[in-house]
Each structure stands twice: as structure tokens, then as C-alpha cells.
């Protein structure tokens, strides 16, 4: 193994501790990973493929798949439109407070997801500090579709905003110079020659922010209020399957999840190589 | 020098936008946490704090968080040496699988450990047969903490030595050192704050974790509960201050991450300058 190694790669190896750190990030990978995947393979292989379709087509099930995925596209666009704002407001204005604001887009990462959960319902429920400004006004937003996407926005927020500051911090100046220069307006340019540059880096930030809105729990079920059909989550119905020991329905609906959070995990990360390749000439 | 959106009346919308907006979303929610937990005056407050379950669960928690960061610590630290210090066959899949747990979500995760090591499961039935418990138990946390905050470590490291490059280690290679006195010497202070602020992460995260942890604990008061299952049970008994004081605890830990953060960057800031 050790021998047809290197010539696999056409490289010898000077530094050590390849198989070292091999032999632990296989081992890491493979049990940690990989092993507990198999277990939901273990248990749908034992229904029939009409039964499996039955389960992940159920209408309540099908509910939860519109919910959240209704929920997590306006998340994740409100999300592209106020992390960009967000991400140019920290890159390219000073102002007193700036470190503060920058330190406080981390928040919705530190702060574990049941907190979040719980302080959002609390807020704009009908006695808290929000919903009693907002209802007065017709506008419900606890224990409603609206919360659920308030919830899967607030926690998904750093994604956009960490992806897009780096990459409109390299932008050089002569980009807008160049532009300024043959007279477009503000908006013209921000739009024909920054936003070129940007799209790529606030696809990727809105791809993983709608990745993990779909996956959100904790924050959510808090506010969602949980009605069948109206707002419940699908991550809420392989819970419930679960609270009835109906662990062949809880797997065959995480099977869906699965698939689909690994699916566009895997077209985000072929986007972004992509992308990075273009930008360093082919160097990934 | 002419820049996009440098007219006074722009810049300062766009900035009172931004400001308005995060103090709405973001800093509102953190000021609701501490005036709940404090609504009824600070000795209520500590009395929730120093209640009996509250004080298991945040020994659970800690304990579990204590075992997690080395787990993840030896784990992040090779792979990162492995995927930026060698080529080889592989080694893009081997990147995007560390990102796996930031894909699934948390339900998931606990119910994939919950099959496989349950009593049902095929590994968890011969642990049954022995007498092993490991889900509704500590170990389950254990493992489904571990599961979802194992990239952070390496996530941090593999940009910050894929940038600095193999060129310092192959030169104390060529000057006969060994591995150990390689990775102490060398490596080791050129990534010690990345590995810092990734130890500060998978802190955060085995703290805070709910979703997945919810599944595999069964939550015993007093015995299988962390502080986040903890405050969701004070919350759905509408025990809404005791629930808000074991949050604060947490949003505490949180701006610890926040200001470690900040600090390190301002650090860094400050070395290139």
C-alpha cells in the first residue's frame, strides 16, 4: 500500500504522518460518517418499494414537504437580499459600530438553535415585544408559516453574508472606477459590473442557507406552531414517527431528507469548485 | 479615489438600512433572552440556575462538550494534515465528506445513530445482548455530538495551511527533525488560533445541540437531559423564566464565541498590519 502510493500520484512523499493521519480520517470518516448512514439502508430494505412510496407520499407527509420547502425558498431570498445589503454595508462603508455589527452577523451560529427557538416565539407571540406591534396590524407571524421562515431565516443569515464579504473584499477599486467613469449611474453599475462578480459567491451563500433551513429543528418547532398539514415541518414528522416507534416511516421520510440535503450539498460544492477553478485559472 | 455608492445620501441609507435591520432580527433577540430570564428580578434567576435538574443538566452538558472537543480536535487536526500536506486519489471526496454533517439535519443525524446503535439496530441488538446501553444514555449524546461538530476543527484549519503551504515543515524535514518535533515546532504555531477558534466552535455547537440530541437522549430529568432539552422542558410547562434563565446561560457561551472571535481576528488584523 505504502509502495503504490506514491507512484499513484507521481509525487514521493517528503513529509510524514501520511499514514497516520490516513488511517484516522478513514477510520473517523467511515465510522462516524458513513457506518450510521447505512442503518437507514438497514431498515427501508425491508418494505417493498410500494410501501416505501406510500409513506414519503402521505398527504400529511407531502404537507410537510410544501411548508418546508415554501419556508426555506422565501428564507433563503430574504436572506440573499439582506446578507448582500449586510455583506457591502461591512466591506465598504466605516462607521462607529461597524465591529459590533460585524461580530453580531455570528450570533444565529453561536447561539444554540432551541434558544433561538424559544426567544422567537416568546417575541412574536401575542404578548411579546413584536407581536404586539405586529398583530394590531393583521400580521400573525408565531405559530404560522411566516414564523417557520422567520426561524430558517434567522438561523441561516451567516451564510450568506460570510460567503459574499470576502469575495467583494478582493473586488479591486478600478472595478468601480471603470464603471463610474463611462458615466453609469450607482445602480447601473452596482448592477452590470459588481453583481457579476458577486452572483457566484451569493448563490453558493444562499444554496447552503436553504441547505440548512431545510434540515432546521430546534429553532423552529418552537414557533411553528406544528398543525398538521398547515405547519409542520418535514424534520418534525421523522420526529413524530419516532414518538410513535414507526421507525420504518421515520426512515424512509429521513431517506428523502437525506437525499436531497446531500444531493445539493454535493451540486453547491461542484458550483463552487467551478467557480473557484475560473477565478484562479484552473487551479482548484 | 470613486467608489460605487459613495454619495452621502446612499451611503448613509444603506447603513441605517443595515443597522436597523440586524438590530431587528439579530440584537433584539439577544436582549429578549436576558430580560426574560431576569423579568422576575435576579434572585429568581439564580434560584432557576441553582435548581436541582438545571444544575444535572448543565453538568451533563459539560461533561459531554469535554469529551467531544478532544474527539474532534485529534480528528480535525490529521485530516486537515492529510488533505494540505499530501496528494492523493481521493482527496476532494474526502473534503466533501467532512461537510456531511453540515448537510444533514440534526433529526437525521440523531435517528441514523438511534438505528444503528438502538435496540433494534444490528450493532445495537449484539450491545443490547451484552448488557450495553448506548442510546437514551450518555454515550448516544456522546456520539451524535461528536457526529455534528466534527467539521469545525478541520474547517478551519484546512484553509489556513492550505494558504501557508508544506514549505516551513519540509525545511526542518531536511534538517532531520521527527514528526512529533515537526508538528510541535513547526505546525503547530503557525495554526495554534485557528485551532483555537475551532475548538471555540465545536464548543458552541456540542453546547447548544438540540435536534439530534433530542432524538437519541429520552431526556430523563436529572439524567439524560443537556441544558437545551432542559430549558425546552421548563418552556412546555410554561415555567417561561426558568426556561429563559437556562437560555441565558447558553446565549452567555455564545457571546463568549462572538467576542473570541472578534478578538482573534483583531489579532490578526493587528500581526499584518
Known amino acids: 500500500m505504502s509502495l503504490a502510493l506514491p ?7 517528503v513529509l510524514p504522518g501520511f499514514g497516520l493521519s490516513l488511517g484516522i480520517s478513514l477510520m473517523f470518516v467511515s465510522l462516524v460518517l458513513l457506518l450510521p448512514m447505512t442503518s437507514l439502508v438497514g431498515q427501508l430494505s425491508g418494505i417493498s418499494l410500494a410501501e416505501y412510496w406510500a409513506i414519503i407520499s402521505d398527504g400529511r407527509v407531502v404537507a410537510s414537504y410544501t411548508v418546508t420547502i415554501g419556508a426555506a425558498a422565501l428564507a433563503a431570498l430574504v436572506n440573499a437580499a439582506f446578507g448582500l445589503l449586510l455583506a457591502w454595508v461591512l466591506v465598504r462603508y466605516e462607521f462607529p459600530g461597524k465591529r459590533l455589527l460585524d461580530a453580531l452577523m455570528d ?19 401575542g404578548s411579546g415585544w413584536m407581536g404586539r406591534l405586529l398583530e394590531p396590524l393583521g400580521l400573525q407571524v408565531a405559530y404560522t408559516w411566516v414564523g417557520i421562515a422567520l426561524a430558517m431565516a434567522f438561523t441561516s443569515i451567516p451564510f450568506v453574508v460570510r ?11 478600478e472595478v468601480d472606477e471603470a464603471a463610474l467613469t463611462l ?9 452590470r459590473v459588481i453583481l457579476p462578480h458577486l452572483w457566484p459567491a451569493l448563490v453558493t451563500g444562499t444554496g447552503l442557507a436553504f441547505v440548512r433551513s431545510l434540515g432546521e429543528f430546534g429553532a423552529i418547532i418552537f414557533i411553528a406552531g406544528n398543525m398538521p398539514y398547515e405547519t409542520e415541518i418535514t424534520a418534525l414528522m421523522i420526529f413524530v414517527k419516532l414518538q410513535e416507534y414507526d421507525y420504518v416511516g421515520a426512515s424512509a421520510i429521513a431517506s428523502v431528507v437525506l437525499m436531497v440535503s446531500l444531493a445539493l450539498l454535493l451540486a453547491i460544492n461542484i458550483w463552487q469548485g467551478h467557480f473557484i477553478k475560473r477565478l484562479h485559472g484552473g487551479r482548484g | 479615489m470613486q467608489r460605487i455608492g459613495d454619495a452621502p445620501a446612499v451611503r448613509r441609507g444603506l447603513i441605517g438600512a443595515a443597522v436597523a435591520l440586524s438590530a431587528l432580527f439579530l440584537l433584539l433577540p439577544l436582549v429578549a433572552i436576558f430580560a426574560q430570564a431576569f423579568a422576575q428580578g435576579v434572585g429568581v434567576f439564580w434560584a432557576n440556575v441553582s435548581d436541582h435538574y438545571t444544575l444535572a443538566a448543565i453538568g451533563l452538558t459539560l461533561f459531554i462538550t469535554v469529551l467531544t472537543i478532544p474527539v474532534c480536535l485529534v480528528f480535525g487536526v490529521a485530516l486537515a494534515w492529510l488533505v494540505t ?8 471526496l474526502l473534503q466533501t465528506l467532512i461537510d456531511i454533517p453540515f448537510a444533514v439535519s440534526p433529526v437525521v443525524a440523531g435517528l441514523i445513530y438511534l438505528l444503528l446503535y438502538g435496540r433494534n439496530g444490528w450493532i445495537g441488538g449484539w450491545l443490547d ?15 451524535v455530538t461528536i457526529f455534528v461538530t466534527c467539521p469545525f476543527v478541520a474547517r478551519e484549519l484546512i484553509p489556513l495551511m492550505q494558504a501557508q503551504g508544506s514549505r516551513e515543515e519540509e525545511a526542518a524535514v531536511t534538517l532531520g527533525a521527527s514528526g512529533g518535533t515537526i508538528f510541535r515546532r513547526v505546525t ?8 483555537l477558534y475551532g475548538v471555540i466552535l465545536t464548543n458552541a455547537r456540542a453546547v447548544g445541540e438540540f435536534g439530534a440530541v433530542s432524538v437519541v437522549s429520552g431526556a430523563i430529568r436529572g439524567q439524560t437531559n443537556t441544558l437545551p432539552l432542559h430549558l425546552e422542558q421548563l418552556y412546555q410547562d410554561y415555567n417561561t423564566v426558568g426556561a429563559f434563565a437556562s437560555a441565558a446561560l447558553l446565549a452567555l457561551i455564545a457571546l463568549f464565541t462572538l467576542a473570541a472571535k472578534a478578538g482573534l481576528e483583531w489579532r490578526a488584523a493587528r500581526r499584518e498590519a
Open chain 2, 188 to 195: 503547530l504555531p503557525n495554526i495554534r488560533w485557528a485551532l
Open chain 2, 85 to 92: 500536506r499530501f496528494s492523493f486519489p481521493g482527496r476532494r
Open chain 1, 163 to 173: 460567503t459574499v464579504q470576502p469575495v467583494l473584499e478582493d473586488l479591486p477599486q
Open chain 1, 7 to 13: 507512484r499513484l500520484t507521481g509525487r514521493r512523499r
Open chain 2, 129 to 143: 445482548a451484552q448488557d450495553i446501553q448506548l442510546m437514551f444514555a450518555w454515550p448516544g449524546i456522546l456520539m
Open chain 1, 183 to 191: 458615466g453609469a449611474s450607482d445602480a447601473t453599475a452596482f448592477r
Open chain 1, 107 to 125: 450570533l444565529p451560529f453561536a447561539l444554540p438553535t432551541a434558544v433561538a427557538g424559544i426567544t422567537l416565539a416568546t417575541l412574536y407571540a
